[in-house]
């Protein structure tokens, strides 16, 4: 992943939006398939997903520069449609590794494949399409911002505020653990739409995440009040984090459930999938097989190691309680054949102490204090995380970058230089995952941890 680049807005005037157009044009259009009274006051209950047309208009959210004068940027549209890789998923279901996975799958052709639409684009089910409804928009505003119909002509008049549009069933994506489910919905999975290890194996990319790291690249499309709150993306990391172990605790205990289980994508990837070494150079017979039998592939705890110690710097009596039912979820995980009431049962008691915890951690105040330990706090945790896996490896890189472009953004650094080539070093350890090596990323965390002094 790259470092992000911050947004440079260019000055521009803002036209006033031609929003009641568009929504005219949208009510005249009505409903898919239905034409008559009768049809039209059902869809006036259930809200309707119109399409990213809806929003293009370049007065709306279409400008291609961004304005200034403006609470948003009005160029939401054209970031989308011309940056942000959502724009192309439905796109992606038609390229040669869709096509062969669907073959090896034995689905349909994957852009009529429920498996694939429903996170490849808007799935809405047909009653809730109106007639400008477009499957090919791929991923698009509605599927972060819900369904328009009802509120995508008021949220243009004067005075109307976001409260009044949540009212009419937009989504909350300014709360940033609401925000964060809703990324996850796609980006880890859920009981209903899964990226499982056979699907892997077909050729689909894993899923990983880190909220700020993933914004930067997606890239936002709204406007940061930097001025306002400067700690805003570490708020947005440690929120991100919470959230997104809760989430994995939830589908870890929801997988229990299904036939084909231990499910290997919940498991340490590059246990099984990296080369084979002589044995003098191989890192994981030199690290060992601490708490499990030797070769047994172990659980994937990259959303659990980099998180704790957020979890100790909040509230060190809540990390031990998850320490103590991660051990035990952990050690049944790494069984050859676990017990699933076990795993089910620590799961959803790490879930249950989470409850609160991730609307805690969005509500602090962050600063460069807390941002300096937490940086600290994770490279010093180095033998840990690295011996972890790959993953967790990665989860780390992802976090100090996070953490480090929000304080060198904030404060005059002596060893701005340093941190960063340390964390390019971090990077390029990651470059080939199957290579991976624990001791080696070990030792560029420990140099990452000692530029930080
Ligand atoms: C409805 C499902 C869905 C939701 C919700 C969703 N994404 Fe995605 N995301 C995808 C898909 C599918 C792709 C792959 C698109 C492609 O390349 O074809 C993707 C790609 C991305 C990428 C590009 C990754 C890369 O390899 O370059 C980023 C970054 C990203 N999403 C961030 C986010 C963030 C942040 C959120 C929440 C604010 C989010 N996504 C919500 C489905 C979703
Ligand atoms: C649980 C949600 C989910 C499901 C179900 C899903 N995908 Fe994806 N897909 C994603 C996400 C998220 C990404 C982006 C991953 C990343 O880059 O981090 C992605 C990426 C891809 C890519 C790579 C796109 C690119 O830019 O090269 C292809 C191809 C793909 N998916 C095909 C499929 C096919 C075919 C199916 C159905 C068999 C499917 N996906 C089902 C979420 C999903
Ligand atoms: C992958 C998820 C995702 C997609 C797709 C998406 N957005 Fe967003 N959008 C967000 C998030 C997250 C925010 C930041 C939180 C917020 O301000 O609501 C945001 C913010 C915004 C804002 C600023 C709102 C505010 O309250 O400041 C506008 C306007 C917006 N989006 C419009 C659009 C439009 C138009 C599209 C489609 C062309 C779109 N978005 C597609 C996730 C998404
Ligand atoms: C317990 C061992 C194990 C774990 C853990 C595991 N896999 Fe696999 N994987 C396999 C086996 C066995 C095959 C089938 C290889 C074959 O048929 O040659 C496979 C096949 C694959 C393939 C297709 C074969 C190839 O080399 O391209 C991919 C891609 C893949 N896995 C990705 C993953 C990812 C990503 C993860 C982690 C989320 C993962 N696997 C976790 C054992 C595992």
Excluded at 59 to 83: D, F, K, L
Excluded at 274 to 283: A, I, M, N, P
Excluded at 388 to 395: C, F, L, N, T, V
């Amino acid at each position: 992943m790259r470092f992000a680049n911050i947004h440079k807005i260019s000055d521009a005037l803002a036209p006033a939006c031609t929003w009641a157009l568009v929504w005219a044009a949208v009510l005249a259009a009505g409903p898919a398939k239905t034409a008559n009274a009768q049809a039209a006051s059902t869809s006036a209950q259930v809200p309707q997903y119109v399409g990213a047309g809806g929003c293009s208009a370049p007065a709306c959210h279409g400008s291609v520069r961004p304005m200034t004068q403006t609470s948003i940027w009005q160029n939401e549209y054209s970031i989308w449609g011309t940056q942000d890789k959502h724009s192309h998923a439905y796109e992606s279901l038609g390229n040669p590794v869709a096509v062969r996975m669907v073959k090896i799958l034995g689905l349909p052709a994957a852009n009529s494949a429920q498996e694939c639409l429903e996170c490849h684009a808007v799935d809405a089910p047909p009653a809730a399409r109106a007639k400008t409804f477009d499957m090919t928009d791929g991923v698009s505003c509605e599927n972060c911002h819900g369904p328009a119909s009802q509120w995508l002509g008021p949220h243009t008049t004067a005075g109307w505020t976001h409260e009044q549009s949540l009212q009419l069933g937009m989504y909350d994506t300014r709360d940033i653990v609401l925000r964060t489910s809703r990324c996850l919905e796609c980006h880890l999975g859920t009981k209903d739409k899964y990226v499982d290890h056979e699907m892997l194996a077909a050729g689909h990319p894993d899923l990983y995440f880190e909220l700020d790291s993933f914004e930067a690249t997606m890239p936002r499309h709204w406007k940061q009040p930097l001025d306002a709150d400067p700690w805003r993306d570490v708020r947005d990391w440690a929120t991100g984090q919470a959230v997104q172990f809760s989430a994995e605790m939830k589908y870890l205990g929801d997988l229990t459930e299904r036939d084909a289980w231990p499910e290997y994508s919940q498991l340490d990837c590059f246990a099984c999938h990296h080369d084979l070494v002589k044995t003098e150079d191989s890192w994981r017979q030199q690290r060992g097989y601490t708490g499990r039998r030797a070769g047994n592939a172990p659980w994937n705890p990259s959303r659990y190691v980099v998180f704790r110690q957020l979890a100790r710097e909040v509230d060190a009596a809540l990390a031990a309680r998850l320490d103590d039912s991660l051990g035990n979820l952990q050690a049944e995980m790494n069984r050859l054949q676990p017990d699933r009431g076990k795993v089910a049962g620590s799961a959803s008691e790490a879930a249950s102490e989470l409850d609160d915890f991730a609307k805690r951690i969005e509500g602090l105040s962050y600063e460069q204090t807390m941002t300096v330990k937490l940086m600290r706090d994770i490279s010093g945790d180095a033998d840990e995380i690295s011996m972890s896996g790959e993953r967790s490896a990665e989860q780390a890189a992802m976090a100090l970058n996070s953490l480090f472009l929000c304080y060198s953004r904030n404060s005059k650094l002596a060893d701005d230089a340093d941190l960063r080539t340390a964390i390019a070093g971090l990077y390029q350890q990651l470059q080939n995952p199957s290579a991976y090596n624990g001791f080696l990323f070990a030792a560029q965390l420990h140099k990452f941890n000692a530029a930080l002094r």
